[in-house]
């Protein structure tokens, strides 16, 4: 992988496309943003998600801005934000396996890294291999607060899992944390703030519960970018993991209710104008997240649809246009970041229409 850092300097027009691109002011106003909310405000820790960013580059940036440390999806991005000094990391997602088991007790090594656990199974593997190697290695217990994907039930299912934990020697429990997605989509702001604070409140409950047996609870992980506003202030809550709102994109938008401006595009040529109405490029769902939204051309007045294939977009009008011609380029603001970057070696940078930096994306890829 070899980022093109001799195009800096460059209008981001000299770009080959298809190309990822952040515009650097509009990014820091986001992180600002979100930083003066969760920290100032809220007087909370932020550990913000890289599994959209996928930078150790980026993650320094938010580290700069106040961020504690950060939250990987995946072992393999944990192991990338290490080694490019990345050192406080929670995992939220379960290690299963010898083979990646043998592999976060080797991390333990480099950095201190908290893992999430929703079963004995987990923990009693993690123990093993840790007293093995003579490492403890922090665990937070994962709690289903209404998402219905992985994490064990609020309340005694949580604390009998606890006591399963408390007083081993090869992992120590650290906290709680749940993704009180539940309330993602909800519009009504005082629906959405109730569902909230219904959710948290059975966390907040549970790591009452475990101190009244004796058993400390530091952490308490919780929150994304659809709902770090609220989730910030409610009380107990110790930090939040939204990261994704440092770029936005149209799902946070429109979906989510997440007032942040656009930072994350993809610069795409035009390639073919078969006809009046119909604008074809060279950006398709190779480059580009599609499905959960659709990629926003930016500029381009009277879009009918935008389609994509696996090498094109295709963007139709309701009237027809002569513009933009073969060769030109245009913008679209992105559907769903997560994916996108998941499909780019690297991400340019721009400032006031220039190339300012390269950044590679390094944990691309780690999906083990």
């Known amino acids: ?27 820091e106003r986001n992180i600002d943003r979100m930083a003066s909310t969760i920290i100032h405000e809220a ?12 930078s150790p580059a980026l993650a320094h940036k938010l580290l700069d801005a106040g961020a504690i440390g950060v939250t990987c999806a995946k072992l393999g991005e944990a192991e990338v934000m290490a080694a490019g000094g990345v050192k406080d990391i929670l995992i939220a997602n379960q290690i299963v396996g010898p083979q990646k088991v043998a592999r976060l007790v080797n991390l333990r090594k480099h950095a201190d890294v908290m893992v999430a656990v929703d079963c004995e199974e987990h923990v009693e593997a993690i123990d093993r291999a840790a007293r093995e190697k003579g490492v403890c290695v922090r665990l937070v217990i994962e709690l289903n607060t209404g998402m219905d994907r992985a994490g064990v039930d609020p309340g005694e299912p949580a604390l009998a899992l606890a006591r399963k934990i408390h007083g081993r020697e090869g992992v120590q429990l650290a906290g709680l944390f749940t ?34 047996e004796g058993m400390p609870i530091d952490v308490i992980s ?69 499905g959960a939204a659709d990629p926003d051309p930016i500029g381009i007045s009277g879009v009918e649809s935008v389609g994509m294939s696996a090498e094109h977009g295709t963007v139709k009008l309701t009237e027809p246009s002569e513009t933009p011609r073969v060769g030109d380029k245009i913008e679209f603001v992105i559907g769903y970041s997560d994916v996108t970057v998941a499909l780019h070696d690297e991400i340019y940078g721009i400032r006031d229409g220039i190339i300012e930096t390269v950044w590679p994306l390094l944990g691309r890829g780690r999906l083990q």
């Not at 992988?1 to 990014?27: F, Q, S, W, Y």
């Not at 993704?179 to 219904?198: T, Y």
């Not at 809550?237 to 946070?252: K, L, R, W």
Request: aromatic share 6%; glycine share 8%; proline share 6%.
């Open 43 to 54: 007087g909370v820790n932020w550990r913000p998600h890289t599994k959209g960013m996928k």
């Open 179 to 212: 993704w009180e997605s539940i309330a993602l989509r909800i519009e009504d702001p005082e629906e959405k703030k109730q569902m909230i604070d219904d959710a948290l409140t059975s966390v907040t409950d549970t790591a009452q519960k475990c101190r009244n």
């Open 222 to 290: 919780c929150g994304g970018t659809g709902t770090y506003w609220i989730s910030a202030f409610q009380p107990g809550i110790t930090e939040i993991q939204a990261g994704g709102g440092i770029f936005c994109d149209v799902i946070y938008r429109h979906q989510y209710g997440v007032e942040h401006p656009y930072a994350l595009t993809v610069l795409a040529t035009v390639t073919s104008r078969p006809a009046p109405t119909r604008i074809i490029c060279d950006a398709g769902r190779k480059t580009m997240s599609v």
């Open 1 to 27: 992988m070899i980022a093109h850092t001799n195009l800096v300097g460059c209008r981001k027009e000299e770009l080959d496309t298809p190309a990822l691109l952040i515009d650097l002011p509009t990014m």
